[in-house]
């Protein structure tokens, strides 16, 4: 776990079993005793090479109480849970395929391009790590079905009492409802609030009344802002500088 | 000391009659004390501001280590911090102000009997500092309350605390008690509680105080027209 | 027994006056006190929301967002290195540990090596702000038991002479900014280092002198011993970290299992409680305090020479390969750990903080069942919050 590839081999506190947190390992497990249940495995391209393991919502408790009890991985501590919002997407693909020239010459190479529409989903992303056996960390993430209706997971606050406050805040931010936590309401903002600041498409407030070098978007805003505000008053209304 | 801050010194009482603080100093060696019944009034409240113990954020633990031995408040009375608002007449506002947060400290204001002051300590409570782009945070305690002293700063130097007490010192010995310019607590138009702003669903409501600020105008308006 | 887990009343915790009746079949009258946000004890804009029977606590519990200042929204709209002097605003009282939290998670992502010398004097540095964090918190708990604010004096005294070394090293005596993706901003001068050498050794003195105060003080053990006790099961499950996990017996400090930074090469040792109780958690911090200086000493004279930034560490137009990491590190107050998710560009597109003092309120309503208002102020001292670390 040192992040300095060129540090000396001093004596460390190895984890003995460093070869159980592998990813591939893990899943080797949970697919065996659990076969029915659809476990992936999440690549992660970056340098630090923490793969995760996608779990399916039906089977996910279960498959959290093994994580923890099993007497090899002994995952007791959950460490992090993050949420994740991954918007929709529409990826828009160039292929170039030959169509025959009308005009009877040779075969013309033409652009098609092809809009496809990737739904996007909300993650809860889980940091396992032993306290028992001092390894770790073990990655697992559940995905909602989209973004709107389907926004609920099971809870793994039975499971690790360390999730009650993290899926409260990922509830209060990105809106996933966690089906069996004991007291799911809103963390950080108060009850009565509605949005869920931390996906993507949230506009906050627009009460930048004064910007210095207003650009993009704050600018597009303070236009509309004046523009309304004219239209109200019907006059070149500018506010009164307080002193 | 009022030679060296930007303040101006503060006009001398016309109830001291002509006499100059030369020849008042000079009285006051041999043992007679001329002074006007706005300036004792004034000398009392200055020296002995008492804080409400209100620390927000990282300002205030500056504001706590201004408190401390090294930099020493006590020398200017205010050592007592005071955790309850009815005994208190100094607001230090140290740290963001955040939306969640507004409504309490507007009905901490009102609970704090007059004459009270407030000084917004940082960058935080000046305008939202650093986090001014934040869907819960409140751009400056001065859109709910009225401040009298603003102190710059992520955070402000516990030397600037003082500095920002100093001059509310001298913006207190100031104030007269009758007058068209009377002190805020004795004028009778002045208020002294503000309306406390409630949750609404996408932000707070009111999101401002009209009466007690308003955007200042920008510079930029005639680019802003489309 | 009313206990963790119950659903809340549906009540509105936002209207109304701050002490309620509540009746109850059980308990009869019950009175519900409303501790915060604006209170001299709650170390910061903290709010609890208690249940009493009298004198004796039945259910508490927390309510935060009163300083949530949107620090992960703000980091997906700045780059990596503008999101540093951000990290300093999280934890107040220890800001380079902060920093170097976030500079591993960011090296890890990036994949990123550090020179010796930097890898040091970050562990220099963090114990350092170790050193200052828990004076501070033994500062505020014995504030927090009723002693107006002698220990507190005593120990921002000290706490003032490292904030001179800070300020002479990174131009700020709190929000210091100075860890780099792949090194440390600034070279301390072998004046700044032997002026810290001199203060380190220095220290133990004063922790004798004020050990002799507080320590053995009847009031205080009367008043720590027995109260606010965390099982610890409870704890490996709820997921406390730091003092407050090793106060209740649990060898787990991330210095040791991960072995980050050049922690291997140090000889200290982790000191652990038994009962884990209010007093175990004051005693833990300041063996930890001990242990910091040995590790102190042992840095100083060890010290290579040596570039402190890797040369080929890209400042401007930093852009990480696509990818997650997780880094942690053991701050003061328990695990502090980073999630960052990059799709390379030069922004973030996940940024997390896991706040230890977050987590280690998981169990503050457990302990302080059955013990009194009075109590559960100490159990909330001992525990170490930072409120700009649990909202963010």
Redesign the interface.
Known sequence: ????????K??????TSLSVTDATQVLARLQARFPDAKISLVQ?????A?HSLLLDSTFAREIAFFLRDDPELQL?????V?G??WPDKEIVETKKISVPDPAGGPDKIVEEKTKRFEPGYLEA?Y?LFS?AK?HG?V?IRLRTGNRSDQVTLPSLTPV???????EREIFDLYGIKFEGH??L???????????H??RKD?V??D????????HDQV?AR??AR??ANDAASGANV?????S | MSENSSTPAPAPFPAAGNISDAEREELRRHGILLTSLEELYNWGRSNSIWPLQFGLACCAIEMIAAATARFDIARFGAEIFRPSPRQADLMIVSGTVTK?MAPQVVRLWNQMPEPKYCIAMGACAISGGPFK????VL?GIDRFIPVDIYIPGCPPRPEALLNGLIQLQEKIRAERIAGANAAKHLRADAPSEFPVPE?????IVP??NPAV??????P??DK??? | MIGA????SPF?P?GGPTVREVHDEFHGDLLEVSMGPQHPSTHGVFRMIATLDGEQIVKLKPV??YL?R?H??LAENTTYLATMPYTDRLDYLASLSTNWGYA?AV?????Q??PDRA?YLRIILAEMTRLVNHTCLVGFLFNDLGTSFTPLLYGFREREKFLDLFEALTGSRMMCNYQRFGGCRIDPTPEWLAAAEKLVSEFPRFLDEWEAMLTGNEIMIARTQGVGVLDPK?A??????GPCLRASG?N?DIR???????Y??FDFRVPLGEKGDTYDRYMLRILEMRESVKILQQAFRDLPAGPIMDPKAKIRGFR?????????IESPKG?L?F?L??DGSPNPY?Y?V?PPS??N???LEEMCLGHTVADAVVILGSIDIVLGEV?R
């Open positions: 776990m040192s992040d300095a590839p060129n540090s000396e001093a004596v460390a506190v190895v984890p992660n391209p970056g340098p630090a923490e007791d501590y959950c460490s992090n993050s994740v919002d992303v940091h306290m001092k960390p990655v690790w009492r360390s999730c009650d406050f993290q004991p007291d309401r809103r963390l950080l903002m108060w009850p009565e609030f509605k949005d600041p931390m949230y906050a407030p009460d930048f009344e004064w910007e210095p070098t207003p600018l303070a236009k004046i523009a500018q506010p009164e500088a307080k | 969640k782009q934040g869907y819960n751009k949750y609404g669903e996408h932000d999101s401002c600020w308003n955007p200042p105008a920008n930029r308006a802003l027209k489309s | 887990g119950a659903p809340s509105n936002f935060f967002g949530h949107n992960e929204k591993l090296e890890k992502l990036a994949g090596p550090v890898q409870l490996i499950n709820a997921g406390i970290t649990v787990y040791k299992v991960d072995g980050y930074g050049f291997p090469r990480p390969k696509a990818g997650e990491a997780y880094g942690r695990e750990g999630y998710i990059s996940r997390r896991r977050l987590i309120l998981t169990v909202d």
